[in-house]
């Protein structure tokens, strides 16, 4: 195993050992052939525990981010606002960090293709979000275990892409409804997006799938949205 230098490493689960315990626990009294559901929470909380330490991006060069300028020319403002917040990564010599970067243009600037152009330049994992469809909490956030069809959320199967500050783009942020249902994450949409964004409260993320009981740390993820203006 490789090891990663303290700046760029990340803990994803809060609690590996507790995990641990329960990941024992659910093998003695699994039934493979009856329990598909815990059979799947098995296999996703033994993925987390082999992600315990993920690596956390460098920030671009210079060059790089002039070739990302160069594929955006409608969007110079925020080229110029995520160069200097890479910059100051940089400078500290640590990890590549944005804030929650709102993309306002007017349709076909390339806001979108920008945000995961980004990703690419980074060298991070992303997903793509269409807010406007997003009426469910679990694409976001998982699906309680007791449901038959219940999996991760795409906040933590990004993350088990092995990149701790991986990029989420939420496309079309400005149609979203104002309320989301499938989980204990249920309420406005505002509601669930205050819970990632904030970085205290993204510290102990919990994955409804993985269970409230087993949080990791989504704090470093990079949010950004495009909305249509």
Same mark, same amino acid.
């Given at each position: 195993?490789?090891?990663? #230098?303290? &700046?760029?490493?990340?803990?994803? %689960?809060?609690?590996?050992?507790?995990?641990?315990?329960?990941?024992?626990?659910?093998?003695?009294?699994?039934? #493979? !052939?009856?329990?598909?559901?815990?059979?799947?929470?098995?296999?996703?909380?033994? !993925?987390?525990?082999?992600?315990?330490?993920?690596?956390?991006?460098?920030?671009?060069?210079?060059?790089?981010?002039?070739?990302?300028?160069?594929? /955006?020319?409608? =969007?110079?403002?925020?080229?110029?606002?995520?160069?200097? *917040?890479?910059?100051? +990564?940089?400078?500290?010599? +640590? %990890?590549?960090?944005?804030?929650?970067?709102?993309?306002?243009?007017? &349709? $076909?600037?390339?806001?979108?293709? *920008?945000?995961?152009?980004?990703?690419?330049?980074?060298?991070?994992? /992303?997903?793509?979000?269409?807010?406007?469809?997003?009426?469910?909490? *679990?694409?976001?956030?998982?699906?309680?275990?007791?449901?038959?069809?219940?999996?991760?959320?795409?906040?933590? /199967?990004? =993350?088990?892409? $092995?990149?701790?500050? %991986?990029?989420?783009?939420?496309?079309?942020?400005?149609?979203?409804?104002?309320?989301? /249902?499938?989980?204990?994450?249920?309420?406005?949409?505002?509601?669930?997006?205050?819970?990632? =964004?904030?970085?205290?409260?993204?510290?102990?993320?919990?994955?409804?799938?993985?269970?409230?009981?087993?949080?990791?740390?989504?704090?470093?993820?990079?949010?950004?949205? #495009?909305?249509?203006?």
């Amino acid at each position: 195993m490789v090891e990663i #230098p303290a &700046p760029f490493s990340h803990r994803l %689960p809060v609690d590996p050992s507790a995990l641990k315990g329960a990941i024992a626990e659910c093998k003695e009294k699994l039934n #493979p !052939k009856k329990e598909e559901n815990r059979k799947r929470w098995l296999e996703l909380a033994e !993925k987390v525990l082999q992600n315990e330490t993920v690596r956390l991006a460098l920030p671009p060069t210079s060059e790089e981010m002039d070739r990302l300028a160069g594929k /955006s020319p409608h =969007l110079t403002n925020a080229v110029r606002i995520v160069r200097d *917040f890479l910059d100051i +990564s940089r400078l500290a010599e +640590s %990890p590549a960090s944005l804030p929650p970067l709102l993309l306002a243009g007017p &349709p $076909g600037a390339g806001k979108t293709a *920008f945000a995961l152009d980004l990703a690419k330049v980074l060298g991070v994992p /992303s997903r793509l979000v269409n807010a406007a469809s997003l009426t469910h909490s *679990f694409i976001l956030g998982g699906c309680d275990a007791s449901w038959s069809s219940s999996k991760e959320g795409m906040i933590l /199967s990004v =993350l088990l892409e $092995g990149s701790g500050n %991986p990029i989420l783009v939420l496309d079309e942020i400005d149609k979203a409804g104002r309320s989301l /249902s499938g989980s204990s994450h249920s309420g406005t949409i505002e509601d669930f997006l205050l819970n990632v =964004l904030e970085p205290v409260t993204a510290r102990k993320y919990a994955d409804e799938f993985l269970s409230t009981a087993h949080p990791v740390d989504a704090s470093k993820v990079q949010w950004t949205s #495009p909305p249509t203006i």
